[in-house]
């Protein structure tokens, strides 16, 4: 690879020697989701002219971290480091968590660089999340150009870039294993049963994923008549999240954030959707023979669980009413004396 430049379907690559290893980092998969594509499935990216210098991080999508509005719209890139030397070595692609709502693939935490010296390919990408990815006003009248599960496009759109391009970077297409935790544990369940990836991966690890944290449209309304009360809003004035500056946007998903577990006992912040891409529940899908040939590894972290254990603001019922009301929502009401006394 002469000066580290590969040629990707879209343009040629620039990549950097860091430490024995070349890292090609902020590489566009897909258009940038912005104007007219807000709220909008991820499309090809662009055939470039030129190399492409691939020296930094993209910027993570738009989120709230603590208190802090960072990121931008213009946000799905991939980032892969590899040996340098070796090829057709095996391909481990990493998908960061954050309950939909938070997290990057450039936070040194996931810093694949030890993956690399033990001579495999990462691989990184950022998807949209919260609002601009995952909230779903497909079901309100006049909202028909809205699109649902953005941010699960966003995802397949990178696993159809590594398919295409990953041998050029060194990588076996045939021996590519994803992974996640949290959120990015879920989406490598989802993945499990998406047709759209079937057959891009052989491998998969899901850390402390839920494995059926998808909702119904039905149920994704709640969480987003939520959020148009927290905006201020009706359902009249959700055209306007078109034309509004981005950090307004996340106004109400704060407001989500601290309200929804005390509206909605049991019922998790918004995320992916049944739709023609996820046509199923992950485990439905997974019984039929979705992820047939998978090999899988599938558990979670230890100590983990205690992040959401406080009194209040922890996104999950916090007190025995509080399940009650969760379970005779759900129709399980008989089952509440079982779960006390257990």
Known sequence: ???????????????????????????????????ELRFKRAQEVEPWDGVFDAKEYGPEAIQNDEGVNKGSEDCLTINIQR????????????????????????????????????????????????????????????????????????????????????????????????????????????????????GIFQKAVAQSGLPNCVMTHEMARENMDLYLEGMGMTEKDIPKLKEMEPFALLKGVAYVAEHHQYRNPGMFLPGPVIDDLLPEMPIDAIRKGSAEGVKLIIGTNLQEGTMFVHPEKTGFPNSWSMVAEMMEKNGHADAIPRVIDY
């Open 83 to 198: 040996p340098a030397k070796g090829e057709k070595l095996p391909v481990f692609v990493y998908i960061h968590g954050g309950g939909y709502t938070t997290g990057a693939a450039n936070v040194p935490l996931y810093n694949g660089k030890h993956f690399a010296d033990d001579g495999l390919v990462f691989v990184s990408f950022q998807y949209r999340m919260s609002v601009l990815g995952f909230y779903d006003f497909t079901t309100y009248p006049g909202c028909e150009d809205f699109e649902s599960n953005c941010g699960l496009s966003d995802q397949i759109m990178a696993m159809h870039w590594v398919r295409d391009n990953i041998a050029a970077f060194g990588g076996d297409p045939e021996n590519v294993t994803i992974n996640g935790e949290s959120a990015g544990g879920a989406s490598v369940v989802n993945m499990l049963a998406m047709p759209a990836v079937k």
């Open 1 to 35: 690879m002469c000066d580290y430049i590969v040629n990707t379907k879209s343009g040629k690559v620039r990549g950097y020697l860091r430490e024995g290893r070349i890292e090609y980092l902020g590489i566009p998969y897909a258009k940038p989701p912005v104007g």
